[in-house]
């Protein structure tokens, strides 16, 4: 199994910035994809970024494409979400995920193992 912990969430003002961590520990050479997902009352659970530990490859939603980038440390236990830019549309609580089994990252139903979860909040 894996477990994920995620810090770095708060509160921030508009155009500020933020570093989510997500500290892996367990089976982490069994890990496919990694990905940061995000959950607001007013939109469904979805992915934010994610990256393939093999070949470095990311994916980014559009809305964050050139603000957020997702990365590793060089030992591949911590993952990075570094958030510039920031709107208030960026706040809802954020989800370290990890997919060990399937076809990569795209979709909650493809997460098998989530992190508990920290809330950003940015203030306009």
């Known amino acids: 199994s894996v477990e994920l912990r995620e810090s770095g969430g708060g509160a921030a003002q508009a155009g500020g910035s933020l570093r989510l961590s997500c500290a892996t520990s367990?089976?982490?050479?069994?890990?496919?994809?990694l990905a940061w997902f995000r959950h607001s009352p007013d939109n469904e659970r979805e992915r934010v970024a994610s990256i393939y530990p093999a070949d470095g490859t990311t994916f980014y939603l559009y809305s964050v494409e050139g603000r957020f980038t997702i990365s590793q440390d060089n030992t591949k236990t911590t993952l990075y979400l570094q958030m510039n830019a920031l709107k208030p549309d960026d706040t809802a609580v954020y989800y370290c995920?990890?997919?060990?089994?399937?076809?990569?990252?795209?979709?909650?139903?493809?997460?098998?193992?989530w992190g508990p979860g920290t809330q950003v909040t940015v203030a306009s």
């Open positions: 367990g089976d982490i050479g069994d890990i496919y994809c």
């Open positions: 995920a990890a997919v060990v089994e399937g076809f990569g990252c795209s979709d909650a139903e493809s997460v098998d193992y």
